[in-house]
Antibody
């Protein structure tokens, strides 16, 4: 079955960087569009970024220019490079497989806390 | 980026019917339809429907979804305690080239 396992979260100071990973299994990773979605503590879902199977991507305005989504199809891993982190980036970050342009199957998430 | 509009909370009694709504515009819900997700506290979201009323396998038939114009609806019949959760709608906005979510509706089963 589809399995998505996020890692790389933790506590980081404002202005620093962090890279999240999402290990995928149970499906043909290279053929699927993938998303990152985040959820601040006690709040709703916020879409972050998408990467299509051809490597093209799109970002939410709130992270554009600071975050980079990428994928390694040889390792079945999705990445999110997060630079210039801010307090408002504090959230649980989920990776998700796509269906018809939307997140379908979700991982368990990894918590990123931006604090001095 | 503008989101989709959902009522913050809905309360219904056990075994009753709840209908949750999600309003967007012609660039998103009206054009692309909507997806619905259920999230229990401390768990990741679970997809209930995509493209208005397409149901992934394993989703109870007590759940149904529809759309009229720019408003999508999720109906849950025969409410059970385990239906108590947060429900989000989502869609692709083709004018912004982004995925957007509603703010979520907290469903309470009394």
């Amino acid at each position: 079955q589809v399995q998505l396992v996020e890692s790389g979260g933790g506590v980081v100071q404002p202005g620093r960087s962090l890279r999240l990973s999402c290990a995928a299994s149970g499906f043909i990773f290279s053929g699927h569009t993938m998303h990152w979605v985040r959820q601040p503590p006690g709040k709703g879902l916020e879409w972050v970024a998408v990467i299509w199977s051809d490597g093209s991507n799109s970002y939410a305005d709130s992270v554009k220019g600071r975050f980079t989504i990428s994928r390694d199809n040889s390792k079945n891993i999705l990445y999110l490079q997060m630079n210039s982190l801010r307090a408002e980036d504090t959230a649980v970050y989920f990776c998700a497989r796509d269906v018809v342009g939307l997140p379908e199957a979700w991982g368990q998430g990894t918590l990123v806390t931006v604090s001095s | 980026q503008a989101g989709l509009t959902q009522p913050p909370s809905v309360s219904r009694g056990l075994r009753q019917t709840a209908t949750l709504t999600c309003t967007g515009n012609s660039n998103n819900v009206g054009n692309q339809g909507a997806a619905w997700l259920q999230q229990h506290q401390g768990h990741p979201p679970k997809l209930l429907f995509y493209r208005d009323n397409n149901r992934p396998s394993g989703i109870s038939e007590r759940f149904s979804a529809s759309r009229s114009g720019n408003t999508a609806s999720l109906t849950i019949t025969g409410l059970q305690p385990e239906d108590e959760a947060d429900y989000y709608c989502s869609t692709w906005d083709f004018s912004l080239s982004v995925v957007i979510f509603g703010g979520g509706t907290k469903l309470t089963v009394l």
